[in-house]
């Protein structure tokens, strides 16, 4: 299985682009922090990760506000099929309401 949630806040898009196919696609960097709970000691957690939205959602996605936080929810896969770099492809994304990040 392969299924990736978390909350983030969107950091860096690019514009809509078209594939060679027609398909839209839009790319973008994701920025999550949060406490988590680890072998019973506090730590936070953060990162950047590269993200993709594709299809149709990616309108959606092209149009939210830069620096909006969300729920994102998705897949992880390689950036090409030669590279080791991962990349998140988002299936589904919703506002969410609290700015703790």
Not at 40 to 65: D, K, M, T, W, Y
Not at 80 to 95: E, Q
Request: hydrophobic share 45%; glycine share 6%; net charge neutral.
């Amino acid at each position: 299985m392969n299924q990736l949630q978390f909350i983030a806040l969107i950091a860096e898009r690019e514009a809509l682009r078209y594939t060679p196919a027609g398909m839209p696609i839009v790319n973008a960097v994701l920025q999550h922090r949060s406490q988590q709970v680890e072998a019973g000691i506090a730590r936070v957690s953060e990162f950047e990760i590269a993200a993709v939205a594709a299809g149709e959602i990616s309108n959606r996605f092209h149009q939210a506000p830069l620096g909006g936080l969300y729920q994102f929810s998705g897949f992880l896969n390689k950036k090409n099929r030669n590279s080791k770099s991962l990349v998140f492809h988002i299936i589904d994304f919703s506002a969410v309401q609290d700015s703790s990040i």
